[in-house]
């Protein structure tokens, strides 16, 4: 598993842990569903703005998520 699918699956696992749906992250962040959809597939890389909304909606570090392995 490569580190940007890791990163996506740790999103995902923390968002259902919120019991959230992509649609509310999305909100929350300001970020459209799709482009967390792709995060969480591991299909993409987010932007450092991005990666820090994602975070500070999760309410974690960023590093708890965004680790490159």
């Not at 992509?22 to 459209?32: A, H, V």
């Not at 569903?33 to 995060?39: E, G, V, Y």
């Amino acid at each position: 598993m490569s580190h940007i699918q890791a990163n996506g699956s740790k999103i995902r696992e923390l968002r259902i842990k919120k019991g959230w749906t992509l649609r509310e992250l999305g909100i929350r962040t300001g970020i459209n569903f799709s482009i967390i959809s792709r995060l969480e597939a591991g299909e993409s890389s987010p932007r450092p703005k991005t990666a820090k909304a994602i975070a500070d909606a999760l309410e974690v570090d960023f590093d708890e998520i965004f680790k490159i392995v």
